[in-house]
């Protein structure tokens, strides 16, 4: 449903409709409220070649939400191993099958994943799609990184940019990818090939940390020598490589809103999603941790006592505070991997690669952290 009137009032108003936006519609919209979903930042991009990492937790929000597009023929793929190297002959694995998970994580293609949300949104009673934000007392901010509602608002932002961008294409490799996703550390760059296509798929989507000026040599490259320097860079794992279409690139950084939580023109405003934090993604935790915004805001107002308003600023602290550290958490995590295997000190790189190793044999340690990053519970 759509509508231009902004005469009208909303319980809550989310400005942007990307996933975290639109997921956070459908879960307040089960609570009977008015949702005014205002489009911007996080639109639908059609040529979008990013795949996205989705951990046990995303899916199973997502499937609640009959969003999950799983009858769609390759749209996703469940990971059954994941190989880490470094830049020596340190190596990390996991195994779905030994931790008893049906899978580490799903590859999901984004725009089938946009075009089941945005069915899920026309059936959901209460959600109203508006070009023009109503009147409300509550406005939850889904804009992304760039979000220009925070930015009016003067809500600080801390950012610190990575000397690197991120290089996104889809591949095909002459070998099958076996639903193992891979990634490299060597010479300060991190590269992942991340299988789709389902099971017996050959499509693969990379997403490539390098230094700025080498991606932008990179996007200009022709399409084989692009192939090539990924093959290489991947250690043949795969055979042959081919490009299909145009690279991709943005600029990384981690960023951290200092509040969650703001006084706005009317009410009360929420940051979530990139709008509030953005980790590197060599993790590939960067959606896992806005749908988690989503998930644990609308439990804070579910669960609000009954005479609570929904825009009180104590109540929706329950969800910054809830939410804030497990953000903080991964940030460290990717910050300091990132950061660790970018020096070049030979000395280092022994140490990290021995590390590696190491905990590759750590047993409940690596249990835990892999549950940890599938949105587990021990």
């Known amino acids: ?8 009032r909303a319980d809550v108003v989310i400005r942007g409709a990307g996933v975290v936006g639109q997921a956070l519609a459908l879960l307040l919209a089960q ?33 609640a939400l009959r969003a999950w597009p799983d009858d769609v023929p390759g749209a996703v793929t469940p990971v059954h191993g ?28 984004v725009p089938a994943l946009e ?112 192939a090539q320097a990924v093959q290489a860079r991947s250690q043949q794992a795969l055979g042959d490589l081919h490009l299909l279409g145009a690279p991709q690139a943005w600029p990384l950084q981690l960023s951290r809103a200092r509040r969650w939580i703001a006084p706005g023109p009317e009410g009360t405003v929420v940051l979530a999603g990139d ?42 602290r329950r969800y910054e505070r809830a939410r804030a550290a497990d953000v903080q958490a991964m940030a460290w995590v990717t910050d300091g991997l990132f950061s660790l295997f970018g020096l070049a000190d030979t000395r280092v790189q022994m140490l990290r690669n021995r590390g590696l190793s190491g905990f590759d044999r750590s047993g409940p340690l690596k249990r835990w952290f892999a549950r940890q990053a599938m949105g587990l519970s021990l």
């Open 1 to 8: 449903m759509s509508s231009n009137a902004s005469a009208r």
């Open 31 to 63: 609570d009977r409220l008015r949702v005014a979903l205002l489009a911007g930042a996080g639109a639908p991009r059609p040529d979008d070649v990013r795949a996205y990492a989705l951990n046990t937790a995303s899916r199973d929000l997502l499937r």
């Open 275 to 316: 709008a509030a934090h953005a980790v590197h993604p060599l993790a590939g935790q960067g959606l896992n941790l806005g749908l988690a915004d989503a998930a644990e805001l609308a439990r804070v107002l579910h669960a609000r006592e009954y005479w609570r308003e929904l825009d009180d600023p104590k109540l929706l």
């Open 115 to 226: 075009r089941r949300l945005g069915e899920a949104i026309g059936f959901a009673a209460g959600v109203e799609r508006v070009s023009e934000a109503p009147a409300t007392r509550l406005t939850v901010v889904c804009e992304g990184r760039h979000s220009a509602t925070r930015e009016a608002l003067g809500i600080e932002h801390e950012v610190r940019p990575y000397p690197h961008k991120a290089v996104a294409a889809r591949l095909r490799a002459a070998q099958p990818h076996g639903g193992i996703a891979r990634q490299w550390f060597a010479d300060g760059e991190v590269l992942a090939l991340l299988p789709l296509g389902g099971d017996g798929g050959h499509e693969l989507a990379l997403v490539w940390s390098l230094p700025a000026e080498k991606a932008d040599d990179w996007l200009r490259a022709e399409p084989a020598a692009f």
């Open 82 to 109: 994941m190989q880490v190297h470094g830049d020596a002959d340190g190596a990390l694995r996991f195994d779905a099958a030994e931790l008893g998970a049906e899978a580490l994580t799903w590859i999901v293609d």
